[in-house]
């Protein structure tokens, strides 16, 4: 009963160093997000993909690639990481017109 | 301005008070609207989910929705240590199924 599963919970970069997060979900959703979570500022959307072969920007897209690997697999890259890139980052699946579920996120921290 | 204002000020509330959250919208289009509840270092859950403008209750949580005034709360009855938690509305129009989050309001009980 895993639902959404991401890796690694933690993980500490060098500024310029490269990175990819990895999410996967069981429950045979169509649409993945990840997001980013920061104090003050909320839940942002990074990047969507309504489903499987189709990836679209959300709110602050910059510094960030995705790829939409196969319906259960959706994986966030920073190809050159930067301090402000530091924070803790959600991948959430959905069917449509329903809530997401979310994963335990991933702590980054890039110095 | 944005689309969903919560008030993230911290909320301290002895155990067995009522708890009282709220969010305001400017989008006409929102509905379907949600109440996530995050532990520390975990990602948001769902607590409540509701269509259109009325009532829900499950339990101690009551969620109301106005949509004459763009307004959402969410009531938390004899409240609970346990209840201790970031909570964050949520809200969309259906179609690309985005979800546009309040910035979240902290929840301390007393005992």
């Known amino acids: 009963n895993a639902g959404v599963t991401q890796t690694p919970k933690f993980q500490v970069l060098k500024t310029g160093q490269s990175m990819t997060l990895q999410c996967a979900q069981d429950m045979n959703h169509n649409s993945m997000y990840w997001y980013r979570q920061d104090p003050g500022m909320g839940l942002r959307l990074i990047y969507y993909s309504a489903s499987e072969g189709t990836t679209d920007k959300g709110e602050v897209p910059n510094g960030y690639n995705v790829s939409r690997l196969n319906k259960r697999e959706f994986s966030l890259r920073l190809e050159s990481a930067a301090p402000s890139q530091t924070s803790v980052y959600f991948c959430?699946?959905?069917?449509?017109?329903?809530?997401?579920?979310f994963g335990d996120g991933t702590r980054l921290s890039i110095l | 301005q944005k689309e969903v204002e919560q008030d993230p000020g911290p909320l301290s509330v002895p155990e067995g008070a009522i708890v009282s959250l709220n969010c305001t919208y400017s989008?006409?289009?929102?509905?379907?609207f949600m109440w996530y509840r995050q532990y520390s270092r975990k990602g948001p859950e769902l607590l409540m989910y509701t269509y259109s403008s009325g009532n829900k209750e499950d339990g101690r949580f009551t969620a109301q929705v106005d949509k004459s005034s763009k307004y959402i709360s969410l009531f938390i009855r004899d409240s609970q240590p346990s209840d201790s938690a970031t909570y964050l509305c949520a809200m969309t129009g259906g179609g690309n199924n985005r979800l546009a989050f309040g910035k979240g309001n902290q929840v301390v009980v007393i005992p």
């Open positions: 959430a699946s959905s069917e449509a017109l329903t809530y997401q579920h």
């Open positions: 989008n006409s289009a929102f509905q379907y």
